[in-house]
Every structure is written in C-alpha cells, then in structure tokens.
C-alpha cells in the first residue's frame, strides 16, 4: 500500500493541465445546462463567503496545517528576508502594479471595445484584487512546492493583520474614494474557515495520530496519502467556479478574455519578480516558493464583496474580480508547475 500512493500522486500531477482543461469544461457546461440550480448553489453563504467552496478550499489547506510546528514557529524571527519580502511585493508594489496593467488595458488599448466609465469600474475592480493578498489558497500552493509550513504560516498571518489597517486607505488613494466601507465580516469569516478551523483541526489530528502510529508513520504514510486530496478538491473547486460564472462565459466569451488579459499578465510578473528577488536574496526553495505565490494570488472572497458594495452585484467592477477569481487558480497552478521545475 505505502509504495502505491506514489505513483497515484505522480499519475494526477503529471497531467494536472489535463484536469485542469476538464474541469473548466465541464464547470462552464453545467453552468450553461443547469444554469438556475448553479446560481442557488452559488447563493449559499456566510458573510459574502460562499460555503460549498469554503468546504473545498478547506480540505485543500487541512493536510498543510497537519505539517505545522509550533516549536519551529519562534525561528521564523532569526529568518526575516521572506516576511520583508512578502510585504514589500503584497504592499508596495503589486496594488501599483496591477493599477498600470489596468489602466493600460482597460483605458488604453481597449478603448476600441470600452467605453470611458466602464473603463473606470474595470480598473477599479482590478485595483480591489491588487489590494487583496492571499489568505485561503496560498496554503494550497505553499504546500503543492513543498513550502515551508511553518513559515507560510507566520506570512499569511502577517498578511492578515496588514489588511486590516492597509487595505481602505490604500484602495481609497488608488481609487480617490475615501468613504470605503470595508466588510469586516467577510475578513473574519474568512480568517477563521480558511484560518483557525483548518489550524486547529491539523494541531489536534497531528498530536492524535504521532501519539498513536509514531512521526515516521505519520510523516512517510499518512501524510502521503492526503495530497491526491487536496488537488481532487482544487479541480472540484474549478468545477464549481466555471459552473457559478458558466451563463456569464459563454453569453459574453470576448469581454471575459479582454478582462483577463492583464489580470494573468499582472500575476506572471509578480510571482517572477517575487521569485527571483527571493533567489537573490538567499532565501531557501521553501520560503521563496510560497512568497511568490502570496503575491502572485489574490483574496478574492474580500475583493468581490467590496466591488459588488461599492459598485454594485451586476457591475463591471464586481464582473472583473469575479474573472479574477476564474483566470487565478489555472495560472497558479501553472506557477505551482513553474516554482516545482525550479525547485533548487
């Protein structure tokens, strides 16, 4: 048994962009066949955070926080490049960043095809991703490159208190809008499913099964075991999210792509210009890989709720962090595929 999860886990990564190009498939074509049903599914929330997703981003992140070791937490201080890291490309370059590529598409390039307005609320929307560092899935890349767990951690961790003083003031200046009301219980509910449910549950497992079957057992056999999981629920994550937006897709493909083009460029450059400062820098596989991911990825469920408050549910702005959310976890994954050919 121990020698088979090997190749089971080799079998789905090896042709995860197959699976991948399924699942969109297979999502938009629901989405388009039970069009009415998806959108319940896709009403079923807690504070803008939609459930059956939650349940699936959850068992994604579960088997990193089974890896986390609060004894090895306290020397996350004496290694300090990776955190400095993360918050200079989270806060003061990408929210910039993704503001030019927006600007330059959506006011520029498209004028062709956008009106003045609408270019206005698609740049907002982009800025509202920009603003928004990762929370929930970087746990999931961190773990799919072999981050360090312990180290992902502290960063998300550090990330989330940032967000909490920096987030309106910064999308307020990027935005000229001062009276942003930011929906605090949408941050909450999303610190504590995405969070403290899966930490806690992945302390209390650990101590449980190292105490019964032993550290060699438990790191060698089980965990092994658990990440054929955690990409069967990312696929079945894709499913739903194509499925949800499925309608919108096919109803309206061009300005899907337009909207996409330089929210992947932005991702692209920030996950390269994440990584290969943190090689300069000296920072092991482990660190730099989840580093460039947190950058790179977005807290989407924070964006959304926001550009749907401030603009409304059938805006351009909402529509953008809704392609956000679509064109993300196919680009990181191609960025997981990236940081493990890389892998030094």
Not at 11 to 34: D, K, P, T
Not at 134 to 141: K, N
Not at 188 to 194: D, E, P
Not at 244 to 249: E, K, P, S
Request: net charge positive; with cysteine; glycine share 6%.
């Amino acid at each position: 048994m121990a020698n088979s999860a090997p190749k089971k886990i080799a079998f789905f990564e090896r042709y995860l962009s197959l699976w991948v190009a399924l699942c969109i498939a297979a999502g938009i074509g629901i989405g388009h066949f039970f069009g009415p049903q998806m959108q319940a599914i896709s009403k079923l929330e807690w504070a803008n955070v939609n459930l059956p997703i939650a349940i699936l981003i959850w068992l994604m992140i579960y088997p990193m926080m089974l890896q986390i070791d609060f004894g090895s937490i306290k020397n996350v201080g004496k290694a300090p490049k990776g955190l400095v890291l993360t918050l200079v490309i989270n806060w003061l370059i990408k929210p910039f960043t993704m503001a030019f590529f927006a600007w330059l598409f959506y006011s520029q390039l498209y004028q062709a095809y956008i009106s003045p307005d609408q270019a206005g609320e698609y740049i907002a929307g982009a800025i509202l991703l920009g603003a928004a560092p990762c929370t929930a899935m970087v746990f999931v890349w961190s773990y799919l490159t072999d981050g360090d767990p312990n180290y992902t951690l502290v960063q998300v961790s550090v990330n989330d208190l940032i967000i909490l003083v920096a987030f309106v003031p910064l999308v307020g200046f990027l935005l000229g809008i001062t009276d942003i009301a930011i929906p605090y219980d949408t941050l909450t509910a999303s610190i504590i499913i995405f969070v403290v449910i899966p930490l806690v549950a992945g302390v209390i497992t650990q101590k449980l099964l190292v105490r019964k079957n032993g550290k060699d057992w438990f790191k060698n056999t089980f965990l092994p075991t658990l990440k054929p999981v955690s990409i069967i629920s990312l696929l079945a994550t894709l499913v739903l999210l194509f499925a949800f937006q499925g309608h919108n897709i096919i109803d309206n493909p061009f300005i899907i792509v337009l909207i996409s083009v330089p929210l992947i460029i932005q991702t692209y450059f920030i996950f390269f210009a994440a990584w290969f400062a943190g090689k300069k820098l000296g920072l092991k596989h482990a660190i730099c890989a989840p580093a460039s991911m947190i950058g790179a990825s977005n807290f989407f469920e924070l964006a959304v709720a926001v550009a749907i408050a401030l603009f409304g549910l059938d805006s351009p702005a909402a529509l953008v962090t809704v392609v956000g959310v679509l064109v993300e976890v196919p680009v990181m994954l191609h960025l997981v595929k990236i940081a493990n050919k890389w892998k030094y």
